[in-house]
C-alpha cells in the first residue's frame, strides 16, 4: 500500500468526525417542537445527505492527499463547528 495513503487515513478519519459532528448540531433542526419551517427543513436535510455521501465520494481523493471542500452548510443555520 501506498505511505501516502496509510498517512492520509488519520486526516480521513479526522474529516469523518467533522462530518459526524456537523451531522449531530443538525439533529435539532428535526425535533417535533424545534421553530422551523418545512421548505428550510427540506434544504436541511438535503445538506445532511450531501454530509453522508462526502466520505463515499471524496474517500479516495482524501486518501491521495488532494484538497476537498465539505458541502456548503444552509446560510440561514450557524452549526459553531471550525473546520
Known amino acids: 500500500m501506498n505511505n501516502y ?3 492520509n487515513k488519520d486526516l480521513l478519519k479526522t474529516i469523518r468526525n467533522i462530518r459526524n459532528q456537523l451531522l449531530k448540531e ?3 433542526y428535526f ?4 421553530p422551523i419551517a418545512y421548505e428550510k427543513q427540506l434544504i436541511i ?3 445532511r445527505q450531501e454530509l453522508r ?3 463515499n ?3 479516495i481523493k482524501i486518501l491521495a492527499g488532494e484538497k476537498v ?3 456548503q452548510q444552509p446560510d ?5 463547528i471550525i473546520y
Open 69 to 71: 471542500a465539505f458541502p
Open 76 to 80: 440561514f443555520i450557524d452549526l459553531n
Open 45 to 47: 436535510k438535503a445538506y
Open 57 to 59: 465520494n471524496y474517500e
Open 5 to 7: 495513503i496509510v498517512e
Open 53 to 55: 455521501d462526502f466520505i
Open 31 to 34: 425535533l417535533i417542537d424545534f
Open 26 to 28: 443538525t439533529d435539532k
